[in-house]
């Protein structure tokens, strides 16, 4: 079997372009590679029929974009049209929509090829991935180890080199935390800088999608792509899309970067921190300045997120009844019964749990309490963000407080999770884009990833940094042992 | 251990429309407990001001022109239906009519 | 048992005439087959998120200027979370805290004189599936599901089942004229709960709303029924509860549907799928000024023009004749008898062929050349109905349409000879003339008449004939 895929996606896009290869002998080599790590159960459909018969399709026609003919696979939250979309739950378990994402639709449009519905936690509901109905996606640098989540099969999928690139979502750090887990590179973009149409809401203020990628550079290409203004979403913005590479190769003498001292704080472990701090050397030494800041409520993203998250939730999932699609349970005597069977049968126990107290958090006098209050720290928090930005270029720190732990960690405390994302639920919170660039690893050889937050819409500037980063520690993010090439 | 009385765990399952097993009752006792213990510190955060961020976009909303778009055929509108009934969508009666 | 006070407070809910729907592009049609106008918005499906239709804006806000509400110019929306069938998502898009429009009132009239019924608030949201039920299933069509809707909440100002109707006519009116909604309530386009109580106290009683009423005289009957039976419980000692009832149609009765939880738990928070919606202060006005003109200015500008008070009610009934009506103000012609033509001839041969003005031959050119022609004595009424059927009918002017008829205008010279003769074939009754006998100037004229088989102005004939015989 050829070993196109360990390319660039640029080497490969001139294979295609000087027929040297066709798009099928990518998709060939993807379900080859796909059937060789099944163990680490990162998809949870694939639609190898449909995606020979694209691959074909695209035999005809002229390589237009660079992206043209190259597989991807995506969160199986997406809404694909005819093709399962489970959101890794038994309630969507036979689930065929009937309509497509505008992301989906915009990466057709670009010729690419779905290879597949990447593994989750069940509704993104999670922090390893564990909560899938599926069962859990594992780390490709360690089986015994969690890939981090709640995108986890996206991560794993292109961590363990079986496809290039993958899409995830990031409500509170889902695409993040998980590359920094295994090693790959994701960006959450800029609230509003990707449609959310069909995206299936977890937190619907906070949910963004975004790139998962081997690299800075094809991350960036995904991401030009899917961005902009959808009519279909009223929360995108029509703010013009750029090419986000346009930055990459340039030189980071004099930026400003701020650390904020929350994300140095005991809360992290010191292996994650010697790390940070050796980029944190290595940007000062090559001309950056950093400065450590304090940004007020930062400490108390995880409470106002627990709040938000919880109560969207809870609204969000009630339209999974068994009326209209989805599971729905046997013989129900009436209406009340039809519900809570269906929803106790077809909802896994974190997402019960979650819903429950959303529901809890907004009812009666709470609302005021807990959601509204939220709410006004939310804004608050934003608005000491945008204090920072005024001064500095980027914010960077660590995504994870600790590399990926042992599978068999007990789910037993359900605020885990929350502590799990701590670093990187203030950027959802803010609206801000967030995204992990992996520097190196711990002496498990488990990776480690720095994120880097921008202010509204400066993405390219983010990849900028981070691909400086990149090419400075030129690290070797293939885990695949030497059998395995 | 600290835990939320029956009746509270029932009613927010019944708000949420989730019946429990008995079995996961004494579970969630604890678990709702554990959140709502951690979601009550916010009662110690002081805020800036009222001002509350209801989204994280700075735009506002854009109209949509009052034009009729594609519509579903019925059969594919009935397509993951659980129990249709001809082109209707069929439920248990409803009881508060 | 009459020292008992009713109370009653109102919530209309509007359908507003749009082409789609609230938050989706599916057509907002009444009748269709079930299930036939929707989409994945319209049926919840996972992931999809709403737009915001831009009509339904402007609609809404006319209305909330319609009934002088203070107009909320930055708002957004909540979700109102309960779970029901015909609840889509299980939680509808709706307003609660920033309402489009607050604190308005409605005038209406009163044995007492005029009294303002003030209005709480009005606000935006979407309607619900329509269901239909049997003893053991209830199906749900969709058609109906995200169709807009204004919900209009009084404070609880009314004191009476009178009260309460002229408040719903009058605000059908507004609505109606205003084009925000076509208020049709037996085909639920508009629907009214209200809310009864009765006291003997300053304070407030039991709540008890009714639901499903209707119409608007049903409205009456269902207050006047809640007030005998809460009036016949209390005196037997017992104490009310909070409960929704349903009215019904057949017995002219109300049924317990069911009796309120402890306060409904709504679990309301701002819809973050929607920003912030705002207004500017030149689209207020830019809507202000198109709101078409209300009803009450159109009878005191009819009644300005000598329209009766029964016409003037006759026309606003029916709003496709004060528009017709409306479009000749600037023409100067004879409003009474454009509005008689409208509301005599013309609505009986629309009425006859069961027709609209739209698919008639009846041109405004024409309208306005029949009127001048009927005000200026050219034609009298009898010869208009002669030729009522051509004029609908035939794409001919209306000149055109008496030469057809053989009716020719009588040019002067015709008319004087005609008298004339009549004059000198009638001495006796000439004689009678002088002699101060008013009778015999009708007979000459009823003679002249005769020859001149109608054609003649009669105003005309009158002038010349008075003239002669004073010679």
Known sequence: MSNYLDLSIQEINKLLKEKQIKPIDLVNECFDRIEKNKDLNAFITLDKENAIKKAIELEGKEVDNPLFGIPIALKDNIITKDLRTTCASRMLENFIPIYNATVVKKLIEKNMIIIGKCNMDEFAMGSTSRTSYFGAPLNPWNKERVSGGSSGGSVVAVASRQIPLTLGSDTGGSIRQPSSYCGVVGMKPTYGRVSRYGLVPYASSLDQIGPVSRNVYENALLLNIIAGKDELDLTSSRKEVEDYTRLIGEDIKGMKIAVPNYFMSDIVDKEIKDKVNEIIELLKEKGATIDYIDIDFIENAVTIYQIIVMAEASSNLARFDGIRYGYSCENPKD???????????GFGTEVKRRIMVGSYLLS????????????????????????????????????????????????????????????VMPTNMAGLPGMNVPIGFNNENMPIGLQIIGNSFEEAKMYKLAAFIEKELNLNLDPRGENNG | MNKLSREEVEHVAHLARISLEENEIEKYQIDLKMLMDDVDKIKDIKNYDEEMLITPVSHKAELRKDEVGEMLDYKEAMKNVPRSNGNFVEVPVMINE | MDSYKTTVGIEVHAE??????????????????????????????????????????KLALRAALVLNCKINKTMHFDRKNYFYPDNPKNYQIT?????????????????????????????????????????????????????????????????????????????RELLLYADVSDCKI?????????????????????????????????????????????????????????????FDDKTNSTVLMRVKETGNDYRYFPEPDIPYVTLTDEYVKEVEENIPMTADKRKEFYLASGISE??????????????????????????????????????????????????????????VEVVNALDSGKINSKIFKEILEDVMEQDLSLDKILDNHG???????????????????????????????DRAIKFLMGQIMKETKGNANP????EELTKMLEK
């Open chain 3, 16 to 57: 507003l005439k749009t082409k789609s729907k609230i938050f989706s592009s599916s057509a907002n049609n009444y009748g269709k087959m079930a299930n036939t106008c929707t989409n994945v918005i319209d049926l919840g499906y996972p992931g999809v998120l709403p737009t915001l239709n831009e009509e339904v804006i």
């Open chain 3, 310 to 367: 029964i016409n003037i009610k006759k026309i606003i009934q029916n709003r496709t004749v004060s528009d017709y009506l409306n479009k000749f103000i600037d023409k100067k012609i004879n409003l009474v008898i454009a509005s008689n033509l409208l509301l005599g001839d013309i609505a009986a041969y629309l009425n006859k062929y069961e027709m609209t003005l739209e698919n008639t031959k009846l041109t405004d050119d024409k309208f």
């Open chain 3, 95 to 171: 307003q609660n805290r920033t309402p489009i429009g607050v604190d308005g009132y409605v005038e209406i009239d009163t044995n007492n004189g005029k009294k303002k019924i003030r209005i709480h608030d009005i606000h935006i949201e979407e309607d619900t599936c329509k269901s239909v039920h049997s003893s053991n299933k209830s199906l749900l069509d969709f058609n109906r599901a995200g169709v807009p809707l204004v919900e209009i909440v009084t404070e609880a100002d009314m004191s009476s089942a009178e009260e309460a109707m002229a408040y719903l006519e009058k605000l």
């Open chain 1, 335 to 345: 209406m009340e019964d039809l519900y809570k069977r269906t929803r106790q049968e």
């Open chain 3, 407 to 437: 009716v020719k205008e009588m040019s002067k010279d015709e008319l004087l000879d005609i008298i004339k003769n009549i004059l000198d074939n009638n001495e006796q009754s000439v004689n009678d003339y002088k002699n101060g006998n």
């Open chain 1, 364 to 423: 009666g006098e709470n609302a005021n309490v807990y959601y509204n209050k939220a709410l006004q720290i939310r804004d608050d928090l934003k608005k000491s963000f945008e204090k920072a930005f005024e001064k500095y270029d980027l914010i960077i720190g660590p995504n994870a407080t600790t590399v990926a732990y042992g599978i068999n960690a007990k789910l037993d405390d359900p605020r885990q999770t929350f502590f799990d994302d701590a670093l």
């Open chain 3, 186 to 246: 037996e085909e639920g386009s508009m629907r009214c709960d209200c809310n009864v109580s009765v006291s003997k106290t300053e304070k407030y009683g039991t709540k008890i709303e009714v639901k499903n009423i209707g119409s608007i005289s049903n409205v009456g009957v269902a207050i006047n029924y809640e007030h005998d039976r809460q009036i016949a419980l209390l005196e037997k000692g017992e104490t009310l509860k909070e409960e929704t009832r349903r």
């Open chain 3, 459 to 462: 105003t005309l004939v009158t």
